[in-house]
């Protein structure tokens, strides 16, 4: 089957990749452009653990093809240090200690990143809804929507 | 030393964290080997059947696929965790016994050539008749899944002590009740993933795992290859709560293509292999009978325990008994009568799980409650009643160490506002409380203890080599605070290099809560051995006294003139001239009973210490639609001293979501051998939105064996927070629950009842 | 888990689309947010050949006011349809529908029109291809039987839809373009009732438009879920009133919809449709809660919406 032409923006380095009809973002990103630290968990939507921001906006990768998103501008984890400085929400999630196994970590953190974007002082409701967007099985939550709220009071 | 810790006790950030913030920390399905091949598996369509025949040589024939296996390409040995238990071929050459069971996998250049590579292998079947429910199957009718197990008993576990019969006819009031429960799923977040890569007689193997060295030793037997040419390596592991603790098919599997096409090979399950072909969690169905003196002390407890066991033994007897042990750790019970009995059914292979045992325990806790009230006591009078101190015996002989129990009990009642709470509750609103012990390891053998060794580098920094592994708890973590703390350097400061059989010693591994007490320890050990040399080269130098040195701040400095002072690096390199490189050695093993045996003679220390914990729950449930809402949890551990709090914390936290909340909302859907939910979205995991107010206390207490008094932190709270809203439910309803999950529609058939009935 | 192989085509105008579609024999499929598409390829219950992308259709993506009605175009994202202010002054029943469907997350991408037309769900199809072949393809796959009532000639699947209900409620309408031309239709016409096949669009049909009349409306949507999030309904009711009249739609339960009119409210007439709404729920063991509660909690759902709208008397 032919591929198919993608331009993108990746973490702000442009790429032109070819790609298959059927390839999801989020082979993409961990196949073509070796950028694992959006994960695969359930794949079909049900979790969030491939959560990448697409134009600014929260995505399910696994739901995307990457022809879809011809032009846009991507940002996955791998992309949120600022140089060596780390984003508020990452220093917030270690200092918070809403890390455990770090499986669910990146897409937690650009959902959250979404939000805070979106609107800089979300109540604690609005953000315990956002992040109801994604399953992490260690928390228990409590210390990830801290670490949200922290950087929001920031 | 303990009175002016720097660093243990403090909430320090996870040494595992910036990787996992960053998108940096790689798990085994994010590995990329040159020339790796990616792996699929052929599952039994059926629960049960024989296999007439396996032919894979078609499948050979697809462009792009290097190596095809079944079990016929094994070496036809079986795996149990204990002699009595091998029956686990893993790749089944005999009958399969579940759906979903390995049979056959290729190996391919890309994951399309594999798919279509597993349609063209042949496998001939001759269907048998199946048993799902763990009862059917003990009857002589039904179907052996096992030859060697009659009435598809697995294990049998019977443990008596004292006189149950005279006991029971003695006490003031008895009673009986059933409790089930549905298995869980794990549903930790990475699915399984395996990569093998044989190069030069040499297997590497990377995949989550709760213990490298024991997985290592299974992998050598299985491919009959020397232990030293097996070598699990390190990898960072997406959760695990049991799920990760035992080899799986997916290692022989990956290992097996590998071998045979001398290339790396990656195999990555989907969620619902995951779900329907990794392990899953027992159900379960107890039947509890308490009998009590009118002061509401228990005199005797006799139990029939069955543990819906799948397909094969597993961890078989620990499983059938771990639920019995972490109760009587926490309870005096006089007079005992357990039969645990863990039956085969043709379900998927079950495991140990930090949760494990939610119809026993949380049925103990619920009845407890009802024989209580009727006694006019109110839970917390009844928990501090019954429950162990330190010194104490257990019903199997096994002594408390250390003992926060009532401390729990007392903070997590005060703060919650127990007994008021429980009184005065109004309709369809209640409070509950649940309390459990945890052994902090338990005998394995000569595998029950941790070696650690640590050397200083040239300008003072560290390496720790542990066996230690980190599912995602914070292990890691933990083992480079405590080597800062005894070594006075910071954690940045300190490598590890851990969870490597080729280079780390034997562990135990983090399934046996042994982490913190028995790899710690071993940590601390080595630790102590290096710091003892870096004080001996300081004395010379600074002409002080050993006794007087002290290490912070990577420096060693007198503690009586601290201007006489030196750095560590110094120290290292004046070793280093010497010809004496400054390197440590440590052990830890865990003073308990070897003699014991899970089924031939479940008598004796059973751990080196255990911990404590007390949930309080309050729920609200609503009438019309039988919902149970969670406001409001309070966790109380005694953890020893906790060597981050925050982690432990969060272990308690996880804990209220995984066993709490999993209460009202978990549990495995079956229709015949078919998984009905094996995803993350018809399988119910908590969201944040779902999550009760928590609050968590800790309840430092100091084992004197525990490094710097650190026991297990955190597996309380996950074996008793199912009792804690399984006893509000009593507080708010008058009535025991009857099976778990306490979905919608299972509390409203109870609401109905209760209307209908005697109340 | 990797998508099986299919051609990606991504149509600029609605007439591009509809030749795409008619040059691959049918076997193509519509793409809009793709969170229910996407899965559904995903397990290989739908095998295209290739996949028509419609979000680069300009029109397609527009709320409009165009005389006394609000037309919404079906590539409007249910997070973006939700900040409207008609929708939340005009229709309660909806915004609250909106606001319940799955998790924000997927609300930024999955958009009114696919969330209308959603695949129906049962336990036993939302499987992976191994796992249905091994326990047999039932109806909804090409198969002769029910896997979840044995003898059932016809599929009990649930349409989980939470918005198409609310929409009926306010007498939305469906603009439809094929090759032939364009058709509109009220909402419920959409529905066959026949879980293989629950939509009535035809091949290739595309849905253009989802016409509101805009007349301010009180309403709720009450749905029943497990989860505080991301769920799908196992039970959904969807009560608009208007003046003294009042529709109710349910949903959660079969291949459709069902929709209820009350003429004059008062409790006599909310019973009697909660009644009759209850007697028409025939929930079959296909979700994660049991059947016979899923039919109580119809009428119980339907009374809490009354009373939450404060229509007829309540309790």
Same mark, same amino acid.
């Given at each position: ?154 | ?24 920390? /790689? ?14 598996? /052929? ?122 019969? %005279? ?51 299974? /992998? ?69 009978? *308490?009998?009590?003196? $009118? !002061? ?23 499983? *059938? ?17 357990? !039969? ?63 003992? +926060? ?52 580098? =040239? ?59 028995? +790899? ?11 710091? $003892? ?57 865990? !003073?308990? !009973? ?30 019309? *639609? ?11 551990? =005694? ?17 209220? +979501? ?25 399988? %119910? ?75 | ?17 509809? &030749? ?119 109806? #909804? ?31 939305? #309408? ?86 209820? &009119? ?54």
């Amino acid at each position: 089957m032919k591929t198919i032409k993608v331009m993108l923006n990746v973490n702000n380095e442009k790429v032109t990749l070819q790609v298959k009809p059927y390839e999801t973002l989020l082979e993409t990103l961990r196949e073509r452009l070796s950028l694992t630290g959006a994960k695969e968990s359930c794949s079909l939507g049900s979790c969030g653990a491939c959560t990448v921001l697409v134009n600014g906006t929260p995505m399910r990768s696994c739901l995307i093809l990457t022809p879809e998103v011809e032009g846009a501008s991507i940002t996955t984890i791998e992309g949120l240090k600022n140089g060596e400085k780390l984003h508020p929400l990452q220093q917030a999630f270690m200092e918070k200690g809403a890390v455990q196994c770090g499986f669910c970590t990146s897409g937690m953190i650009l959902t959250a990143k979404a939000l805070l974007d979106r609107n800089k002082k979300p109540e604690k409701r609005d953000i315990v809804k956002t992040m109801s967007s994604n399953i992490c099985r260690c928390t228990g939550y409590k210390k990830i929507i801290e670490a949200v709220e922290e950087t929001s009071k920031k | 030393m303990d009175e002016n810790l720097k660093i243990v006790g403090k909430r320090v950030i996870r040494s595992d964290s910036y990787a996992k913030v960053t998108g940096g920390a /790689l798990y085994t399905a994010d590995l990329k080997l040159p020339g790796m091949l990616y792996a699929k598996v /052929l599952r039994s369509p059926y629960p049960h059947a024989k296999i007439l025949n396996i032919d894979v040589s078609k499948a050979l024939k697809v462009p792009g696929v290097k190596a095809a296996i079944s079990g016929f390409d094994a070496y036809g040995v079986k795996w149990g965790v204990f002699r009595y238990t091998q029956d686990h071929a893993m790749l089944p050459t005999d009958k399969v016994r579940y759906i979903g069971e390995d049979v056959a996998a290729v190996a391919a250049v890309d994951e399309e050539s594999a798919i279509e590579a597993l349609s063209l292998i042949k496998v001939e079947y001759e269907p048998l008749e199946a048993v799902f429910d763990p009862v059917e199957a003990m009857k002589d009718t039904a179907p052996q899944i096992h030859e060697q197990y009659k009435n598809n008993i697995n294990i049998h576990i019977h443990i008596e002590v004292g006189d149950v019969d %005279k006991a029971m006819a003695k006490a003031y009031i008895v009673r009986e009740d059933t409790f089930k429960a549905k298995g869980e799923a794990y549903a930790m977040m990475e699915p399984y993933a395996v990569v093998a890569s044989y190069a030069n007689g040499y297997l590497d193997l990377w995949m989550p795992n709760a213990g490298p060295h024991v997985r290592a030793k299974a /992998l050598s037997n299985l491919l009959k290859l020397p232990l030293n040419r097996v070598r699990v390596r390190h990898i960072n592991s997406g959760g695990a709560f049991g799920g990760r603790s035992e080899v799986a098919p997916g290692d022989l599997v990956a290992s097996l293509l590998s071998i045979k096409s001398g290339r790396p090979v990656k195999l990555v399950l989907t969620r619902e292999e995951n779900a329907m072909c990794s392990r899953q969690v027992h159900d379960i169905i107890a039947t509890v009978k *308490t009998g009590m003196k $009118k !002061d509401g002390t228990i005199v005797a407890k006799e139990y029939k325990t069955i543990y819906d066991g799948g397909a094969y033994s597993s961890t078989g007897p620990i499983a *059938t008994s771990i639920p019995y042990y972490v109760y009587e750790e926490c309870y005096r019970l006089p007079n005992v009568r357990y !039969d645990g009995y863990r039956v085969f059914t043709n379900k998927g292979i079950r495991g140990m799980y930090g949760c494990h045992g939610r119809a026993f325990l949380a049925g103990n806790e619920a009845q407890m409650d009802l024989m209580a009230k009727e006694l006019g006591l109110d839970p917390v009078e009844v928990r501090l009643k019954n429950g162990l101190t330190a010194g104490e015996l257990t019903a199997t002989k096994s002594k408390i160490i250390s003992c +926060g129990l009532k401390d729990t009990i007392i903070q997590a009642a005060e703060k919650s506002d127990f007994k008021k709470k429980w009184k005065k509750h109004t309709r369809n609103k209640g409070i509950g409380m649940g309390c459990v012990a945890i052994m902090c390891g338990f005998p394995m053998g000569f595998r029950s203890g941790s070696s650690c060794y640590v050397k200083i580098n =040239d300008d003072g920094q560290v390496t720790l080599i542990t066996g230690m592994v980190d599912n995602g708890q914070g292990n890691e973590s933990l083992a480079v605070q405590v080597a800062s703390e005894v070594l006075g350097i910071p954690m940045d400061d300190i490598n590890l290099v851990n969870a490597d059989t080729e280079v780390t010693n034997l562990d135990p591994g983090s399934y046996s809560q042994a982490a913190a007490y028995v +790899g710690a320890n071993a940590v601390k050990a080595a630790c102590e051995d290096a710091r $003892k040399k870096i004080i001996a080269i300081a004395s010379k130098k600074l002409g002080v006294p050993e006794e007087e040195i002290d290490l912070k701040d990577r420096v060693a400095y007198s503690v009586k003139t601290p201007d006489k002072r030196m750095p560590i690096s110094w120290i290292t390199r004046e070793a280093f001239f010497k010809g004496e490189p400054i390197v440590g050695t440590g052990s830890f093993f865990p !003073d308990i !009973d070897l003699e014991r045996e899970w089924v031939s003679k479940p008598e004796g220390q059973m751990a080196g210490t255990y911990s404590f914990g007390t949930s309080v729950a309050e729920i609200e449930i609503d009438e019309e *639609t039988g919902k149970i809402k969670v406001p409001k949890f309070i966790a109380a551990h =005694d953890c020893g001293r906790p060597i981050n709090p925050m982690a432990v914390e969060g272990q308690m936290e996880g804990s209220v +979501g995984q066993a709490g909340i999993a209460t009202i909302f978990e549990g495995n859907m079956w229709y015949k051998g078919f998984l009905l939910n094996p995803d993350l979205l018809e399988y %119910k995991v908590p969201l944040a939105c779902d999550m009760p107010d928590i609050e968590t206390i800790i309840v430092s207490s100091n084992d004197p064996k525990g490094p710097f008094g650190a026991k297990e932190g955190g597996l309380t709270i996950r074996m008793n927070a199912y009792s804690a809203i399984a006893c509000a439910f009593t507080n708010a309803t008058g009535m025991l629950f009857e099976e778990l999950p306490l979905t919608p529609d299972n509390v409203l058939k109870l609401l109905e009842k209760n209307k209908g009935g005697k109340r | 888990m990797i998508l099986p192989k299919f051609d990606y085509k991504k149509a600029r105008t609605i007439e591009e689309a509809l &030749e795409l579609y008619n040059k691959h024999d049918g076997n193509a499929f519509y793409l809009a947010g793709g969170t229910d598409l996407v899965p559904l390829i995903k397990l290989r219950l739908l095998q295209p050949k290739v996949i028509i992308d419609l979000k680069g259709i300009d029109g397609l993506k527009d709320i409009k006011k165009i005389n006394n009605s609000l037309v919404v175009g079906p590539n409007i994202t249910l997070f973006e349809l939700k900040q409207n202010p008609f929708i939340k002054d005009y229709f309660p029943c909806l915004f609250e529908s909106l606001e319940a469907t799955s998790c924000k997350t997927l609300q930024m991408r999955g958009t009114i029109g696919g969330n209308i037309l959603q695949n129906t769900r049962c336990l036993q199809y939302n499987k992976s291809l191994e796992w249905r072949t091994a326990r047999g393809f039932c109806l #909804k796959m090409g198969g002769k039987v029910c896997n979840v009532v044995p003898n059932s000639k016809s599929c009990f699947s649930n349409y989980c839809g939470d918005n198409a209900p609310s929409l009926m409620t306010i007498d939305a #309408k469906a603009k439809l373009v094929s090759a032939k031309g364009e058709r509109t239709v009220r909402l419920e016409k959409l529905f066959s009732e026949d879980g293989r096949s629950p939509f009535t669009i035809k091949p290739g049909e595309i849905l253009k438009e989802i016409i509101i009349p805009l007349k301010k409306t009180k309403g709720a949507y009450e749905k029943l879920t497990v989860r505080g999030s991301i769920d799908y309904p196992l039970v959904g009711v969807a009560v608009t009133v208007k003046k003294d009249a009042a529709v109710v739609a349910v949903t959660g339960i079969g291949p459709s919809p069902h929709l209820y &009119e009350i003429k004059e409210i008062n409790e006599k007439s909310i019973n009697e449709v909660a009644d009759w709404a209850y007697e028409d729920a025939r929930p079959v063991l296909n979700a994660v809660l049991t059947p016979l509660y899923r039919k109580k909690m119809v009428p119980v759902l339907i009374k809490r919406a009354f009373k939450r709208i404060g229509a007829g008397g309540g309790r």
